[in-house]
């Protein structure tokens, strides 16, 4: 029972913090209308895994300005429905595929040097996909979330 409001509580955090990591990318235009394509010539001239890095320059950067609000509208949704408890399974898995993207996105940050390294440069991207992981499985909505009021009124086991 402690776990399982242990892990609520992480939820209800993690999702507090997408709520203003979202909030400044969609508030500020300075995201959208250039700041994130400083970071895309990084990841893409640098820092991205080499194959990611293509996928970057063909296909994300024509779009950057547009892709910019929409991560800090994917952001704001992730963080909201975190706070909730609403869909938290699927919002994971929206989560943890933006955290491997991340991931990808800047797996040489640190330059060139031994593979620990380069795992050593993640540890703001690969804790969060471990705990959306998490989320995943443990059914993180169902302790003071909407998705555990809503299984519990059909009929499902609850958490609780």
């Given at each position: 029972?402690?776990?399982?409001?242990?892990?609520?509580?992480?939820?209800?955090?993690?999702?507090?913090i997408f709520?203003?990591l979202?909030?400044?990318?969609?508030?500020?235009?300075?995201?959208?209308?250039?700041?994130?394509?400083?970071?895309?010539?990084?990841?893409?001239?640098?820092?991205?895994?080499?194959?990611?890095?293509?996928?970057?320059?063909?296909?994300?950067?024509?779009?950057?300005?547009?892709?910019?609000?929409t991560?800090?509208?994917?952001?704001?949704?992730?963080?909201?429905?975190?706070?909730?408890?609403l869909?938290?399974?699927?919002?994971?898995?929206v989560?943890?595929?933006?955290?491997?993207?991340?991931?990808?996105?800047?797996?040489?940050?640190?330059g060139?040097?031994?593979?620990?390294?380069?795992?050593a440069?993640q540890?703001?991207h690969?804790?969060?996909?471990?705990?959306?992981?998490?989320f995943?499985?443990?059914?993180?909505?169902?302790?003071w979330?909407?998705?555990?009021?809503?299984?519990?009124?059909?009929?499902?086991?609850s958490?609780?």
């Open positions: 029972m402690r776990t399982n409001r242990t892990i609520a509580l992480a939820r209800i955090l993690t999702g507090i709520l203003f979202g909030e400044f990318k969609v508030a500020s235009p300075a995201f959208a209308h250039g700041g994130f394509q400083k970071y895309l010539q990084s990841f893409i001239g640098v820092e991205a895994v080499p194959f990611y890095g293509r996928f970057l320059a063909r296909f994300v950067m024509p779009h950057a300005e547009f892709l910019g609000y991560i800090g509208v994917l952001e704001l949704v992730i963080g909201a429905f975190l706070v909730l408890g869909w938290v399974r699927p919002v994971s898995v989560g943890m595929l933006y955290m491997l993207n991340l991931t990808l996105a800047t797996w040489h940050g640190g060139q040097g031994p593979m620990w390294h380069y795992v440069n540890l703001d690969i804790p969060l996909l471990l705990l959306f992981a998490v995943f499985t443990t059914y993180a909505g169902e302790v979330g909407i998705d555990g009021f809503r299984s519990s009124r059909g009929g499902r086991h958490a609780y």
